[in-house]
C-alpha cells in the first residue's frame, strides 16, 4: 500500500463505521503523511461503506464524529448502506447499475461523480 501511494492521485479508504474499523484511522494518517512526503499532490478521502440501513442506528453519526480528529482523512458524503443487492450483484454476474435497485445505483452513482469531481 505505502508504494501505491507514493503514484496515487487518489486515495480511497473504505471503512465501515464499526469501532474496530476507526480504530485503524490514527495509523492511516501516519501512513497517508508519510504518502504525502513524497507524493503532496495526492487527494485523499475515507467512504463510509456497509452502513446501517436502520434509521435507529447512530454509528454513522458516530463515525463522521470520530473521523473529524483526522483532517487529512476526510469522509466522502457518499455513504454506501449494506445492502443486499451488493451480493446479489456478484452471484448474478452484473454490476450494481444493472440490477435496477434505484438506492443502490444512486449510492454508487453519487460515489463516482463525487470522486471524479473530488
Known sequence: ???????ADFLLIPMRCS?????????????????????????VRALLTMAPTNPVVTEIQ?????????????????????????????SNGMGVLELGNLKAKNEITNLAKEIFNA
Not at 26 to 41: F, H, R, S
Open 1 to 7: 500500500m505505502r508504494t501505491g501511494i507514493t503514484a
Open 19 to 43: 469501532q474496530p474499523d476507526l480504530d485503524t484511522m490514527p495509523k492511516m494518517q501516519e501512513i497517508v503523511n508519510q504518502g504525502k512526503d513524497l507524493n503532496p499532490t495526492m487527494t
Open 62 to 90: 458516530e463515525a463522521k464524529d470520530y473521523g473529524q480528529d483526522y483532517p487529512d482523512i476526510p469522509f466522502l458524503s457518499t455513504i454506501v448502506f449494506d445492502r443486499k443487492i451488493y451480493r446479489d450483484c456478484m
